[in-house]
């Protein structure tokens, strides 16, 4: 009987450790591609110091992204659709919490996307590795930023007595 409780004991200490630890997802292993397009959001200074849900301490200076599903430590580019500006985040927490929403980007990587003041803006996400991105036709290509001219100014409209 003594043996018995004393298994019991091993069995639930042992059943303790294992709930204890949580595992790490690795990163996306090389070869895998991810491509994501949407919105995406940023967060900063209200979080900064805060721990994130991969354990890490949030730091707005960083060039971190939260995604619900990516692992965390996924090298990630990202290109913001409005203006061809790219960053490279490294996920290692969750989010966002909208609907409309496919990542938010720490305070950093939004001033290098450009959209600190229109706080959302249209992206394409994909994974990188080794600082190059990979596609499913071209294995590495490097992800060099990629700034366009603004477009031209807007014709204004004709005159209302404009013959048409």
Sequence with gaps: MKNINVFVVVLYISVLCVHSVQAQPSPIPMGDYFRQEGNASWYGNEFEGRRT?????FEASKLTAAHPTLPFGTQLLITNKNNNRQVSVRVNDRGPFVASRIIDVSRAA??????????????LVETMHAGRVYTQDVPYVPAPPVYLPPPPPQMPPPPADFPV
């Design 110 to 123: 939004a001033e290098q996307l450009d959209m600190i003041y229109s706080g959302v803006a249209p992206v």
């Design 53 to 57: 849900a991969s354990g890490e301490i």
